[in-house]
């Protein structure tokens, strides 16, 4: 069983910058692929960023790509979200996911464990 902790979220202007953290327990961190998804109020959840096992590997949607960054550290169990130029259609609830399947990571449904998310408020 793995629980995944999302902090970082807020309100921030456009323009801004925030760096979501997901924590997360076990010691196998290094075993799952890590992605970000987010949800807005009336959408469905869609894709934002993945990283592979290693790191080595990392996907973006297109929304994002050019702004956002993910990375992880194997060491202190924890995947970043760093989110730049932020606009207003960016604001969501984040949630962070992890798998034990390394491909296919733009798909919510090869994730296994989700954490509870973060609220991402982005004002023009």
């Known amino acids: 069983q793995v629980q995944l902790v999302e902090s970082g979220g807020g309100l921030v202007q456009a323009g801004g910058s925030l760096r979501l953290s997901c924590a997360t327990s076990?010691?196998?961190?290094?075993?799952?692929?890590m992605g970000w998804f987010r949800q807005a109020l009336g959408k469905e959840r869609e894709f934002v960023a993945a990283?592979?096992?290693?790191?080595?590997?990392?996907y973006y949607a297109d929304s994002v790509k050019g702004r956002f960054t993910i990375s992880r550290d194997n060491a202190k169990n924890t995947v970043y979200l760093q989110m730049n130029s932020l606009k207003p259609e960016d604001t969501a609830v984040y949630y962070c996911?992890?798998?034990?399947?390394?491909?296919?990571?733009?798909?919510?449904?090869?994730?296994?464990?989700w954490g509870q998310g973060t609220q991402v408020t982005v004002s023009s």
């Open positions: 996911a992890a798998s034990r399947i390394n491909r296919m990571l733009q798909t919510a449904s090869v994730y296994a464990y």
């Open positions: 990283i592979s096992w290693s790191g080595d590997s990392t």
């Open positions: 076990g010691r196998t961190f290094s075993s799952y692929a």
